[in-house]
């Protein structure tokens, strides 16, 4: 993508315009190497403040990006005018594809219009390229919640760059699906810090990243800009961490579900539907028994005899449950027996190791009985496999290791078992109490017809009022059970989905790091390129700290050719860590060992190097090869260097011509050709900010 003209247009309240017009274009073509030169306080970081702007990348000045352009506070100081309205227009161009972008610079969240195959003039204004562009577009900067709409302007930039931005991996509805902006993860903002470095972003490589729902963002965004695949496990850990969470949730509700449902008769809802089905045929048999006896239609039959015969079933089904409450503590007790006696055992292996380790150490070289010297012949006492002091069979300390191993894993499994029948335990005590609160309302029941001297017939009716009363009362209180096992039923069914998607999560996350030879291949690139060129910003010469050097350790300055100076040694160890891509050397990162002017040594070389890379393997990244930089020169960085960073880009320009774009705001000109100083800013008729006419 090129950044082909930006404008700046601002109105003041007495109606005077001022602004600024630049095209980047020499003779409707490209120009790779573009400097904006001139004194402090003359206005280059309020341009490249305004193409930051007008790719809604405010986010990366971090603090300071609520008042990245305060046209209020330049218009009162320097005109002696107040603000009325100000907008940014930048025209963009990517393979061939032309656009005009309006962004409001008062009201940071105005919609941005995006003017189509039009091109940017210098007393343009919105209505102006309304008027000649073929198709306008409005795009939001934030989505309204829950509302679907048109894409935002992070989309637009995405979809106008040709990639496909990173997104959550669809969790649940369709509609959800479809709100794409909702599911971004990752943003424009978060990939402008490696290819944009504002003037306060000298202290580090990409010094300021915004963070949003990806926790690791700027390894993340190096990812994504050079298209490795590990850019992908980043929406796949995204959403492993959100099912991740939501399996915890469901874990916790069944485990404080499951202290309810085990105090339940019944095991599932099918269970309880069966006993709700039969429970009202026995109702309704049972409103027949007490119609015909009021009707005087019913042979009397004995009530007690049926309810005792109830009791003698209840009775045996509680003996089962004592008997299985008994099988299982004999069986607990026998774990625990087993439990205490691994730990034992796993306590005897460990000090027999320490003291092997003791003994190992002492110098054995007299026998302790007869004080004799002994001779310890090592040799045949491998081949023999026995102790030349004492006869003994030899211990062999990898068989000790693998047997801790056994006993911990055996340990592991004994305690899961045990937590398994403790479970089993529990559910057969609760069944029990529940078996003996119904032998105990029989028995009642059973006592008080026994004391009762009445007619049968009036017994009997009495009994079939009170079981329909009864059967009523259970068959609400099962209805109750059955939503709580619902309950349980669906969140059981949730949890075991939700283990499934996280099962393929793990998978995708796989799969994406199975094709890593193009990534290894992009990374051996990258740090050869970034090592070539710091030795050519002459950083092992002038930018490090000798005395940082001095203190590093010993085998760091051994390591490589003895007959080569400690600083090559150094160089020649400078490696890209594949974890979070810093330059490192022994794990350590470079710039640890360096001096101010050093640093800015390795940002250079780092964005330099990025984008030649990207430029040698331009079909599978993901770079926009464009690089602004706002004033490497004022930080500490000496004028040779600087002018060894202009012969870079220089070489990276005869190498790829007309691929990309390098804009530079800098207080010195350096050995920068005539014809790429796009803007020559002065304190006495040409600051970037006056008067235009329109």
């Known amino acids: 993508m090129f950044i082909e003209a930006i404008k700046i247009r601002i109105i003041a309240k007495s109606g005077k315009k001022y602004g600024r017009y630049l095209s980047f274009l020499v003779e409707d073509d490209i120009s790779e190497v573009n400097m904006i030169f001139g004194k402090n306080t003359l206005g280059k970081s309020t341009l490249i403040e305004s193409i930051v702007y007008g790719l809604n990348g405010e986010a990366i000045y971090g603090k300071k990006q609520k008042e990245i352009i305060n046209f209020k506070l330049l218009l009162r100081k320097f005109m002696d005018e107040k603000l009325e309205h100000a907008e940014i227009y930048l025209q963009l161009q990517n393979y061939g594809e032309r656009v005009v972008v309006q962004r409001d610079a008062v009201e940071k969240n105005e919609p941005v219009i995006v003017f189509r195959n039009v091109s940017l003039e210098k007393h343009d204004t919105g209505k102006s390229l309304d008027d000649r562009a073929t198709e306008k577009d409005y795009y939001k900067i934030n989505k309204d919640k829950n509302i679907i709409g048109n894409q935002t302007y992070q989309e637009f930039l995405f979809s106008f760059l040709g990639v496909e931005p990173i997104r959550k991996v669809g969790e649940d509805s369709e509609e959800e699906n479809d709100n794409k902006e909702e599911r971004l993860i990752f943003y424009i903002q978060n990939l402008l810090p490696l290819f944009v470095v504002p003037q306060e972003a000298w202290t580090d490589i990409q010094a300021t990243n915004p963070k949003y729902e990806i926790a690791d963002v700027k390894k993340t965004a190096f990812e994504f800009l050079l298209n490795l695949s590990n850019a992908d496990v980043a929406k796949y850990r995204h959403s492993l961490e959100f099912y991740n969470s939501q399996l915890r949730q469901k874990m916790n509700s069944l485990k404080d579900l499951q202290e309810v449902v085990q ?63 008994e099988t299982l503590e004999a069986e607990i007790s026998q774990y625990q027996y087993y439990i205490t006696k691994i730990e034992s055992d796993i306590e005897k292996n460990d000090k027999l190791k320490t003291a092997k380790k003791l003994i190992g150490i002492l110098p054995i070289e007299t026998c302790p009985r007869c004080l004799n010297d002994v001779e310890i012949k090592e040799t045949e006492e491998l081949s023999s496999g026995h102790c030349h002091l004492c006869g003994s069979e030899l211990q062999n300390e990898n068989n000790t290791v693998q047997t801790l191993h056994y006993l911990l894993d055996e340990l592991k499994d004994f305690k899961r078992l045990m937590e398994k029948k403790e479970d089993a335990k529990k559910e057969v005590a609760n069944k029990l109490f529940l078996v003996r609160l119904e032998l105990k309302e029989l028995r009642k029941t059973m006592d008080g017809y026994e004391d009762q001297l009445k007619p049968q017939s009036m017994e009997q009716y009495n009994f079939f009022s009170r079981e329909v009363g009864r059967i009523e009362n259970s068959l609400k209180e099962l209805e109750k059970d059955k939503e709580v096992l619902k309950k349980y039923e669906n969140i059981s069914t949730e949890k075991d989905n939700i283990a499934v998607k996280i099962k393929s999560l793990k998978k995708s996350i796989k799969d994406a790091k199975a094709s890593e030879d193009l990534d290894n291949e992009k990374l051996e690139t990258f740090e050869e390129e970034f090592k070539d060129i710091l030795f050519k910003l002459d950083f092992l010469k002038d930018g490090f700290d000798t005395a940082k050097v001095d203190n590093l350790d010993k085998s760091i300055k051994d390591k490589g050719r003895k007959n080569i100076s400690v600083i090559n040694r150094i160089y020649e160890q400078i490696k890209i860590d594949r974890e979070d891509y810093y330059p490192k050397i022994d794990g350590v990162n470079l710039y640890n060992i360096t001096s101010s002017s050093g640093l800015i040594r390795i940002i250079l070389s780092y964005y330099l ?44 320009k005869e190498e790829y011509p007309k691929q990309f774009q390098v804009i530079v705001a800098s207080s010195v000109k350096g050995k920068i050709e005539e014809e790429d100083v796009r803007l020559f800013l002065n304190k006495i008729n040409n600051k970037l900010i006056k008067e235009i006419a329109e």
């Open 609 to 652: 190097s990025l984008l030649k890379t990207s430029l040698l393997y331009k079909e599978s990244t993901n770079h926009p090869f464009f690089l602004v930089m706002d004033e490497p020169r004022q930080q500490n960085l000496d004028f040779d260097t600087f002018n060894h960073f202009l012969e870079q880009l220089y070489k990276i």
């Open 263 to 325: 105090l339940l008769s019944h095991d599932n809802s099918k269970q309880i539907d069966d006993v709700i089905r039969d429970k009202k045929n026995e109702l309704i048999d049972l409103q027949k028994k007490i119609v015909e006896i009021e009707n005087g239609n019913r042979v009397v039959d004995n009530v007690l005899k049926e309810i005792r015969s109830k009791y003698r079933h209840m009775a045996m089904i509680a003996k089962r449950h004592e008997e299985s409450l």
